[in-house]
């Protein structure tokens, strides 16, 4: 048996942080363990000088398994936005559910919550994207403001 030391780089994109940080407390460790046990999983039955001559195809392998997990989060989120969609008192539970972990946090964490429905207040140059904006319902538009304000009354 000979004891192999892999280095590897893991580059990662959070799609939802809200359902991150409500879901796990360790996001490093929970993506530490994520590759670890995946890398385990393709190199565990290959004999030594058969990692060494198929490193190409082993790099393809890890893509592909990262391309289906990217495919089946996209899903599960595609899924998610379609319940609370459909159910504005689900999108409202679940606002509310994640005030709640967050407010469970060590050390505590100092949580302004804002109405759903200061959400529809946003500018369309920050708007959010169709799948959340589609939970938002009424529509309400900010008055405009003039060109030459300044930002502070004071200028």
């Known amino acids: 048996m000979v004891t192999l030391e892999i280095d590897a780089v893991c580059y990662y ?40 001559l198929e ?19 996209s899903e599960s989120l595609r899924m998610a936005a379609e319940i609370l969609s459909s159910a504005p008192a689900a ?12 407010t469970a946090e060590k050390p505590p964490a100092f949580i302004l919550p804002l109405p759903l429905d200061a959400m529809n207040l946003v500018s369309p140059a920050t708007q959010s994207p169709p799948a959340v904006s589609s939970l938002l319902t009424a529509t309400t538009k900010l008055p405009e403001s003039p060109e030459n304000k300044k930002d502070s009354p004071m200028l």
């Open 13 to 52: 994109r959070l799609e939802n942080a809200s359902l991150l940080l409500t879901t796990l407390t360790s996001i490093s460790s929970a993506i530490q363990l994520l590759v670890q046990t995946t890398t385990k999983r393709l190199l565990a039955h290959r004999a030594f000088s058969e990692l060494l």
């Open 55 to 73: 490193r190409k195809s082993i790099s393809q392998e890890i893509k592909v398994i990262a391309a289906e997990g990217e495919k089946a989060a």
């Open 91 to 102: 999108a409202q539970l679940r606002y509310l559910h994640a005030l709640h972990s967050l």
